[in-house]
């Protein structure tokens, strides 16, 4: 049974963010637009504190600069990438995400780990874009974060990311029966995931 997904645009410097099933938030975006987030999910009839679960595909900080919103959540990150964000590190976050919320974005509760699972999807740790980077699966549905997108885009790897590893890692989506694909950033695909993915790796 394929989840219910919530697609939420990513508005100014936030990534997309995505509802899935009421209780779980897949990124939170850049933590400048919280009137802007918190109306779309009550648009859904979601109230911020139903949220349980925020899992972040990767440490950059237009993806969990939001994520102090959410006080009550618990906040799973990629054990590889959990360290940049309690560590304050910048670098590996592509900007300061700690500012906000009095350092609240350095907390991580839960560390994922490649074929964890998570609100009904599977954990795929798909490095490239970060060493930590993760991608979501439910036997239909890909949540990439970035690391592909639609038209056959990948993740930039200057920061913290790895060629190599990207080629991997979208080699490893390839064996998926993908149908639709929702990206940390830009339109959602529809129908022909897979299509997409095979662009993404002709790219490389």
Request: glycine share 14%; net charge negative; hydrophobic share 35%.
């Amino acid at each position: 049974m394929s989840s219910e997904i919530i697609f939420i645009l990513g508005y100014n410097y936030d990534s997309n963010c995505y509802l899935i099933n009421k209780n779980t938030l897949v990124d939170t975006g850049a933590g400048q637009n919280k009137e802007y987030l918190f109306s779309k999910l009550r648009e859904n009839g979601v109230e911020p504190d139903d949220i349980e679960f925020v899992v972040n595909t990767h440490c950059h900080f237009d993806h969990i600069g939001g994520n102090y919103f959410f006080p009550k959540a618990k906040i799973a990150v990629h054990k590889l990438d959990a360290d940049s964000m309690k560590n304050k590190d910048t670098l590996g976050t592509g900007g300061n995400a700690f500012v906000l919320g009095d350092g609240a974005n350095t907390r991580v509760d839960i560390e994922l780990e490649d074929g964890d699972e998570i609100a009904g999807f599977k954990v795929i740790h798909t490095p490239g874009h970060t060493k930590g980077g993760i991608c979501l699966w439910d036997g239909e549905n890909l949540i990439s974060g970035d690391t592909i997108f639609a038209g056959g885009g990948v993740g930039r790897m200057d920061i913290g990311g790895d060629y190599q590893d990207m080629k991997n890692s979208v080699e490893k989506l390839l064996e998926l029966d993908v149908k639709n694909i929702y990206p940390g950033h830009g339109p959602i695909v529809e129908n022909n995931g897979k299509d997409h993915i095979k662009m993404s790796y002709s790219f490389l």
